[in-house]
C-alpha cells in the first residue's frame, strides 16, 4: 500500500526496541514504594492471599458485609480471580512487595507495546503510522501513570492484544484453540473481557463467512468458542460462589450517559494534551480539535479486513460509556487505536496540503517528544509529591496501633474500608451519615485531621496523617 506520509519513518526492529526501552525506563520511574489511596489494588492483594492462605470465602463474607453496609457501592464483592493467579508466584514468594509486584506489573505493559506495533499495521499496513502511534502510547503519561498502580490494566491490555494478534487470515486449528484460551484467561481477570467473543465473531463474518472459505473450516471457527466455553465453565466450578454483585452498581440514566461521554472524552483526549492547565473554553477547542481528527482518521482506515481490529476499541468504549463508573484506568486498551486514528486523520490533513507533504513524519516526531517531555515533567511531579499515602511510616504506625488495640470483630468506620481491612484485617464500612443505622454497626472511626469529629464520637488516638475516634 502506498504511504501516507511524504516522508514515511523507515520503521525497523531497533526503533521498536528503542521505543519499549524508554517505555521501561519511564514505567520504573513512575514507580514508588508503597501505595497510593483506592480500593481496587488491596481486595486484588487481598484475594491472592486468601489464595495462598486457603480461606477465599472468610474474605468474601467480610468484603460482601463492607459492600452491604456501606452507603453507596463501591466495588463488586469480589473482583474476577485472573489477576490474583497471576500475581500468585510472586506474593506467595515476595510476599506483599509493592514494589516488586509494580515491576512485575511493569511487564505486561512493555509486552503489550511489543504486540501494538504490528496489530496496528495490520489496520492499513502503514509502518510510520503504526509505529508513531505505538511511540505516543508507550510514553504517555496518562498509559504510564498505572505503572505506580497494582491493578488488571496492563495485564488485561497484553491478554488482548495477544488475543487479537492471534486472529489471522491463516487461522489454523492450534491457533483458534489458543485464540479461545486467551479469552478465557481475559475474562477471568475482567468481565469485560467478554466483549473479545463479539469481536472474535466479528472476525470470522469478515474473513471466511465472507470470503467463502467458512466450508473447510468449520472445526476452526467454533474451536476459540468451545474452548472459552471450557475455561469459563471451570472458572465457574471453582469461584461460581463469587457473587460479583456488579448489578448494584448499573444505574444507567440520561445524566449518567452524558457524563461518561464527558469524563471519557476528557480522558482521551489528555493522550494529547494535559487539559487541566487550560481554561474550559480552550478544553472544548482542543478536544474538538482532537476527535475530529480521529474521526477522519477512523472513517479513512475503517475497511471490511480491518473491522475485527476495530471493534473491540469499540466495543469496549460503549461499554464504559453506558457503565456508569468512571475511572481512567477504562482507556488504557482504546488509547492506541483511538492514538492511531488520530494520527492517521494528521496524516490525511498533511496530504492535503503540499507545503507540509516534506515534514509529515517530522511533525510526529515532534508531538512524540512532546508526549516525552510532559510525561518527564509529570513523572517528576509525582516523585516530587510522593505517591506512598497507605504504607508510609506515619501511617504504619496507626495500622499496628489497631492491630494491638481493637479487638477483631469490631467495625471501623473509614472513605476506605477494603485499604483498612487489608492493612489491619479489622472490617471497615463507608458512611456519611454517622447518625444512621449503618454507622450504629462501628464503634470506631478513621478520620483526616482537618476534620470535624462527628457527634457521638471522641478522640481516642491522633497521627500526623488520620485520627482514631472511638463512640462514646
Known sequence: MKNLLATPLKVTPQLIYMVIGVCAILGFLNIQAGHYWGGDFSLYLAQTQALIDGNMNELYEANKFSMDHSEHPLGPYMYPMGFCYILFPLVKVLGMNFFALKVFNL????????LLYPILQRLEDQKSIAFFATALYAVNYQILYF?????????????????????????????????????????????????????????????????????????IILAPYLFFALGWALYSMKFGFLDNAYEDMLKISFESLKNMTLFYGEALTQL????????????????????????????????????????????????????????????????????????????????????????????????????????????????????????????????????????????????????????TERNSIMVHDYQGSNAALANYCLIEPGEEIPQGFILEKEWKVMRLLKRE
Open 272 to 423: 494529547l494534551i494535559y487539559l487541566k492547565l487550560f481554561p474550559p473554553l480552550l478544553k472544548m477547542v482542543i478536544a474538538i480539535f482532537f476527535f475530529t481528527l480521529c474521526f477522519i482518521g477512523l472513517f479513512k482506515t475503517i475497511k471490511v479486513d480491518n473491522l475485527f481490529l476495530i471493534a473491540f476499541p469499540a466495543f469496549l468504549t460503549g461499554l464504559y460509556i453506558v457503565f456508569p463508573l468512571d475511572s481512567l484506568r477504562f482507556i488504557v486498551q482504546t488509547a492506541p487505536f483511538v492514538l492511531y486514528f488520530f494520527i492517521r486523520g494528521i496524516a490525511f490533513c498533511i496530504n492535503r496540503v503540499n507545503s507540509l507533504q516534506p515534514f509529515g513524519k517530522y511533525i510526529f516526531i515532534g508531538l512524540t517528544i512532546a508526549a516525552l517531555i510532559q510525561t518527564c515533567g509529570m513523572t517528576y511531579m509525582q516523585r516530587k509529591n510522593g505517591t506512598n499515602t497507605t504504607f508510609n511510616p506515619e501511617i504504619q504506625k496507626m495500622y499496628g496501633y489497631i492491630k494491638t488495640n481493637i479487638p477483631k470483630d469490631e467495625i471501623i468506620i473509614f472513605r476506605k474500608p477494603r485499604v483498612i481491612r487489608f492493612f
Open 147 to 219: 505503572a505506580d498502580r497494582i491493578g488488571t490494566e496492563f495485564s488485561f491490555m497484553f491478554f488482548c492484544l495477544l488475543a487479537i494478534y492471534l486472529m489471522r487470515k491463516e487461522m489454523n486449528l492450534a491457533r483458534a484453540v489458543l485464540v479461545g484460551i486467551i479469552i478465557a484467561i481475559c475474562y477471568s481477570i475482567r468481565v469485560t473481557g467478554l466483549l473479545l467473543l463479539p469481536t472474535l465473531a466479528v472476525f470470522h463474518l469478515t474473513h471466511f463467512i465472507l470470503d467463502g472459505s467458512w466450508k473447510k473450516k468449520w472445526a
Open 107 to 114: 511487564i505486561f505493559l512493555l509486552g503489550s507495546v511489543g
